[in-house]
């Protein structure tokens, strides 16, 4: 294969190597021959994540970014050794898991070195007292799970992606997963950490319960998306394995009724670990065999736990849904979700028919949430050639909630596929910002929200840019990202 072939998408600013040659032979020196590759072979693998744009790409022969060197130390000390050479050299530096991201986070903007960290995948601990794990970060988050499941004990992180991620990669981009409304988000879950920042030092954040230290400066490496240093170590909450799961299911005539229903209930302190509200759009996707959903809102619940808690739960959620004319629709609906909770292929299969199509997470107030479902959806459906769009809900907290909106379309005569995926989502992040939301909700920022950091942090992202140059003089931790506008646009 003959890379010269591929059209690279982001060539821009790219970083050329000088003296490959002598820097591979001296990473092979360092980190072991076997743990260095420049074989073609490897190099296609990195050259994208998982963002559905990438995969349009890879089907019309082209390449989002090219890496020079892929590299899979073994240990810290390895770490250190490649950072060592790319301070020395300004090689950027590209930290990779599973590659599983959806907003090019992993993807080498700039070529360089790809630091892949599967080879970090040891679970170290469990401490049953503490109620945690610790795991090197490149550990694969269903064998994470199934491991804890076997001890008796659940991580209670569950994201969609949950065969194809990793702890670190959940860390770098703040993630969520399906059970996130009981057990939280990630950044609920991580107690403890060790990071090895762009200059070679290891910082060791043990794990606390709680701390009254001054500023929490951990926090501020969680959902940093390889661009702070590599976490190569985390220690994360677990919980016994549910003595009792409940399943229930409601249809609403309208998205109103169900938020407000889902709202009320999480204002009674009760915390369905499930709560999915489906528009009407996507029940008649999921749900078709329900007759009892035909043209509305189908909302499901999965309450666990100890059994007595269950059972209230399960009681006070019944009530706040009958209360928000909720018609009853019982366990069927949610064993279907279970039966296919982790099936990834409705978008994926989109792009072989040259349709361009994507999913974009974003969080809001209650007060506003209503009002943001139907702007977004009116904006995206604006833009020429789309043919979707559509949104569930999957995120609940007592003062808001997380969308997740997905769009398809073909794009217009004039236009590429790319003008048109980015189209979409600057209409569906405008009308977020608009109606008062927050742009990302788990998927993170990566390069196609970048351009919209200063709407979204406004002063906030100069203080971001400042850290960043202390902790990463020579801007080699995968630059181009969060702090770097790689998209043209935003409000500006
Ligand atoms: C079908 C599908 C379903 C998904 N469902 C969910 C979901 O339910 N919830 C959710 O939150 N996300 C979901 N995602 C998105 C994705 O799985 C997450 O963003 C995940 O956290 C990425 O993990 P990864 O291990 O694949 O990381 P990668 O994609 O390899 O990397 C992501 C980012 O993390 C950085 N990084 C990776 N490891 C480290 C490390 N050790 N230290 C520092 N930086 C690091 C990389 O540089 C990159 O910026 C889904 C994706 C797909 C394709």
Redesign the pocket.
């Known amino acids: 294969m003959n890379f010269d072939d591929f059209e690279l998408i982001y060539r821009e600013n790219r970083v050329e190597i000088k003296d490959k040659e002598k820097i591979v032979e001296e990473l092979k020196n360092k980190i072991g021959e076997k743990n260095v590759s420049t074989e073609k072979i490897d190099i296609l693998a990195y050259t994208r ?2 963002s559905l744009i990438s995969l349009n790409w890879t089907i019309e022969g082209k390449l989002a970014g090219l890496p020079d060197i892929i590299t899979f130390p073994e240990n810290i000390a390895h770490i250190k050794d490649i950072l060592e050479i790319a301070n020395r050299e300004k090689i950027p530096i ?10 090019g ?2 993807i080498p903007l700039r070529g360089g070195i790809i630091i892949d ?1 599967k080879r ?1 995948n040891k679970i170290l601990e469990i401490n049953d007292k503490n109620l945690t794990v610790t795991v090197q ?2 550990v694969n988050g269903m064998n994470l799970e199934r491991y804890l499941n076997a001890k008796g004990y659940t991580g209670g992180h569950i ?3 949950l065969y ?3 702890v ?11 059970f996130s409304t009981k057990y939280g988000k990630i950044e609920d879950i991580v107690l403890g950490m060790k990071v090895v920042l762009p200059t070679g030092e290891l910082i060791t954040f043990d794990p606390i319960a709680r701390a009254a230290t001054g500023p929490q400066l951990d926090k501020y490496f969680i959902g ?4 702070l ?4 170590e985390a220690t994360l909450k677990i919980w016994p394995y549910p003595e009792k799961r409940t399943l229930v299911s409601y249809t609403f005539p309208t998205i109103e009724e169900s938020l407000n229903a889902t709202r009320q209930i999480m204002r009674e302190n009760v915390y369905p670990a499930v709560i999915r509200i489906y528009d009407a759009d996507e029940t008649m996707r999921h749900f078709e065999n329900t007759e009892k959903a035909k043209d509305k809102v189908m909302t499901v619940f999965v309450c666990e736990g100890n059994q007595r808690l269950v059972d209230l739960e399960e009681q006070i959620t019944r009530e706040k849904c009958e209360e928000n004319s909720g018609v009853d629709c019982e366990e069927e609906p949610v064993e279907h979700w279970f039966e296919t909770r982790f099936r ?1 292929t409705e978008t ?1 299969m989109f792009p072989p028919y040259k349709i361009v199509a994507d999913t974009i997470e974003v969080s809001v107030m209650w007060d506003r949430a209503a009002e943001l479902y139907h702007s977004v959806v009116d904006a995206t459906k604006k833009v020429e050639g789309n043919l979707l769009v559509s949104a569930h809900v999957s995120h609940f907290y007592p003062n808001g909630v997380g969308f997740y909106f997905t769009f398809g379309g073909v794009p217009g005569k004039e236009k590429s596929q790319f003008d048109f995926y980015k189209e979409c989502w600057d209409a569906t992040i405008k009308a977020t910002l608009e109606a008062g939301g927050s742009i990302s909700h ?3 920022i ?1 390069i196609n929200r970048s351009h919209w950091m200063k709407e979204e942090w406004d002063g906030g992202l100069e203080i971001m840019q400042k850290f960043k140059k202390i902790l990463d003089p020579n801007n080699i931790f ?1 630059p181009g ?1 969060i702090y770097e506008k790689t998209w043209k646009g935003g409000n500006e």
Do not use: L, R, Y
């Open positions: 994540d998982t590209v930290p990779f898991a599973e590659g599983s991201g959806v907003v986070g992993a960290m970090f970060t490149g994201p969609q992606s194809t991620s990793s670190g990669g959940w860390i770098a981009h703040k993630a969520a997963g399906q940093s998306e390889g661009t240093g590599i976490v190569t990834v994926s788990h998927h993170g990566g995968n990202k």
